[in-house]
C-alpha cells in the first residue's frame, strides 16, 4: 500500500532530464524509448529480461512531442520503489502511458502533470488505477470518487457541452432577433 | 428576466417565400388590389415547403381521425416516450425526472424568462419563427414556432367544423377564412392557404380609418363572404352592427370566451352556428364548447387539472387549474404547463370535456359616450410603457381605477393612454407601485361593473 501524498512528493521531484524530448531519428534508439525500457525492466525487477518481453514501442514514432514527455513523466512516476519487481503492473503500466496518456494530452501540457496539484494527483491516482492499487487510507469508492473529480476528460466534456448549449442559444437568440426584425409569418392566422 | 422586447413586425419577404409552393398567386393580388380592399398594413404568408406541408397533412389526418384520446385512469400512449424525447433534447428538461407523474408544473414564467431553453435540438433554426403576444392575459411574451405548427391551426379548426357537419370549400378562388378584429389600430394583411389549395385567408381591421371609405368594409367582405368568420365578441358585435350580407358558414371565437347572450345575438343575425373555441397562443386551439362544457380536440395534448397552490394533481372532477403537455410545435414542447384557466376534467369514452371552463371572460369598457372599449386596445396600449403589470376597473360612473407595477414614474404616460384609448374626459385614479411589491406573474387584471 501507499499513500498519494508519497507519490505526489516523488513525482514533484521529477528531474529536468526527463523532460529532455530530442528530435527522434531513424536509426538512433529515441530518448523516450530508452526511458522506458528501464522503467519496465525496474517494474520486472529483472534487468537481464530481453526487449521481446516488454510492452513494443512501434507507436513512438506516432505520438507528438507533449506526450512524449509526458510518457518520459510517467517514467519517473514508476521509477518509485513502491512500483520495483511487480511484473504484473507492466500491461496497465503500457495502458495507462500510452492510450490514457494520449486521450490527454491535447488537453494537458506535459508540465503541468508536475506543476498542477490537481493534475499531479489526477496522473497518480489513474496510473494506480491501472495497476489496481487503491491509496493506502481510502477505500475503492473514495478513490473512484475523487479521480472522478479530477477526470480531465470529463471536465472537457462538460466544457464543449456547455459551450455548444452556449452556442446554441446564442444563435436562438439571433434567430429570434432576426425574425421579429424581419418578417416571420408570425402573424399568419393570428388575431 | 428578460422580457419579451416591443418590436412590430416588419415586412421583409417576397410572395414567393412567403407561399414557395403555391405558383399562381393572381388571387392574391386580387384580393390586395380590389377595389374595395382596406389599406392593408402588412403581409403574411404560411411559408409551409413540400415537407411541411406533408407534415400538416398527415397531421390533419391524425387530427381528424382520433376517436380516443387516453382512458379515465390512464395517460395517452405517446406520454412516456414524448417525455423521454423531451428530457433527451430540451435543454429545460434535461435534469427532470424519467417518470410522468413525477414532472413538476411550470408556467408562463418560465416561457417568458428563457423561451431558448424550450427549443428542441432536434428543432432546425432556420425555421424558426416569432410571435409576440398581445399582453391580454399577462406580459408580453415570445412564443417560437415552426411553419408546420403554425399552420396546423387550419387542420384544428378543419376538425372542429367536421364536428358540426361543416366542410370548408378549399378551392382557390375563394376566402377560406376572415380574422375580422375590431381595433384602432392592428396588423391587417390579405393571405392564402397553401393547405387549402390557395384559399384566401383574410385579416381585418373594421376601424374605418383603415379603408378608402367607411362603405368599403360591407363591399369587401360581401363580394368575397368568407366562409368562416373568426374574431372575439367584440369584433362580431361591431361587424353586426354593420348589417352585413354574409353567408358564413360558420362563426368562431377563439380569443375570448363567449357569453350565452352574445352567442344568441350572432346566431340570430347571421344565421349559422357559432362555435366558442378555447384556444392559446402557447398551443392554439385546445378545446370547443358542447353545451356548458368544451370537448378537447387535440389527441396529441395530455389534460389535467392541478391544485391552483401546490404541485398536486386533482383527480377527474375536481376543479383545479388546467395543465397541458404535449403539443405539435418542436420549438415550445410542453410539459405541464399551467394555462392560468381553471375547469374540471371529466371523461367520457376516452375523450376528456373541460367542464365550467373560467377563461378570457370579455370585460367590456365604455367611454363615456357609451362606446365600447375591447380590452385588447388597453392592453396594446399599455405595452408601450414599462409595466410589469396592471389592474384595471371601471364603475358604474365610468371612473377607472388603474393599479401598475412599475419602477419608473409612468402615472402621466398611463394617463395619456387611458385617455387616447377612452377618449378624453375619462376620470381615472392612478397608482403605481414598484416591481419587488408585485405578487403574482399573470397580472393583466380586468374588471368592470358593466356587463356585456
Known sequence: MIDIYTLFYHLKSCPEYFFHCPPLNRGVVPHTEVLLKDMYRKVHGDFSVQDAALPTLVNLWQYDENQLISMQVGCWLFHHPFFAGKPSWVTGIDFFLNDDLQALSPFVQAREWVEDEDRAEEFIRLALRKCGVIPAGETALEAADRLEALDTLKRQAVLRGSQASYDRIREIRRKMAEQKAREASNVYGRE | MCMAENKKPAIGLNDAERFPLLSDLSFLQQLRQDEFAPRYNFQSGDRLEATHLEKVKAYAHIITNASTFWQAGGTPDWLEQYLSWCRNTIPFYEARPDSFAAQPTIGRKDLLAAPWEFVSREAPLEELLVYQT???????????????????????????????????????????????????????????????????????????????????????????????????????????????????????????????????????????????????????????????????????????????????????????????????????????????????????????????????????????????????????????????????????????????????????????????????????DIAIHPVAAMKEMKVVNYTSAFEL
Request: negative net charge.
Open chain 2, 134 to 428: 398581445s399582453g391580454t392575459t399577462g406580459p408580453a411574451m415570445d412564443v417560437l414556432f415552426d411553419p408546420v405548427s403554425q399552420a396546423c391551426w387550419i387542420p384544428q379548426l378543419q376538425s372542429i367544423l367536421q364536428q358540426h357537419g361543416i366542410l370548408l370549400d378549399a378551392a382557390p378562388d375563394k376566402v377560406a377564412i376572415a380574422l375580422i378584429c375590431s381595433q384602432q389600430e392592428t396588423l391587417t394583411y390579405a393571405s392564402l392557404s397553401t393547405y387549402l389549395n390557395g384559399a384566401g385567408v383574410l385579416k381585418l381591421n373594421l376601424n374605418p380609418a383603415g379603408w378608402k371609405d367607411p362603405n368599403d368594409r360591407l363591399l369587401y367582405l360581401e363580394k368575397y363572404d368568407p366562409q368562416v368568420l373568426t374574431g372575439d365578441p367584440f369584433a362580431f358585435l361591431d361587424l353586426m352592427k354593420l348589417e352585413p350580407a354574409l353567408r358564413p358558414k360558420v362563426l368562431v371565437s377563439s380569443a375570448m370566451k363567449l357569453t350565452a347572450g352574445v352567442r344568441e345575438k350572432l346566431e340570430d343575425y347571421f344565421r349559422c352556428p357559432v362555435l366558442d373555441i378555447y384556444s392559446m397562443t402557447e398551443c392554439r386551439m385546445v378545446a370547443c364548447a358542447e353545451g356548458d362544457r368544451y370537448r378537447a380536440i387535440r389527441p396529441e395534448l395530455y389534460l389535467e387539472v392541478f391544485d391552483k397552490d401546490k404541485d398536486v394533481a386533482l383527480p377527474y372532477g375536481e376543479r383545479g387549474e388546467l395543465v397541458i403537455t404535449g403539443g405539435n410545435n418542436p420549438f415550445l414542447p410542453l410539459i405541464r404547463y399551467r394555462t392560468g384557466d381553471f375547469c374540471s376534467i371529466e371523461m367520457e369514452q376516452g375523450i376528456p370535456y373541460l367542464v365550467g371552463l373560467e377563461a378570457r371572460l370579455p370585460v367590456p369598457f365604455y367611454t363615456l359616450g357609451g362606446e365600447l372599449v375591447n380590452n385588447i386596445e388597453i392592453s396594446r396600449a399599455m405595452m408601450e410603457l414599462p409595466l410589469a403589470g396592471f389592474t384595471l376597473h371601471q364603475d358604474k360612473n365610468f371612473r377607472l381605477t388603474f393599479t401598475g407595477w412599475s419602477d419608473e414614474a409612468i402615472a402621466l404616460a398611463v394617463q395619456t393612454a387611458l385617455q387616447k384609448v377612452f377618449k378624453t374626459g375619462i376620470a381615472a
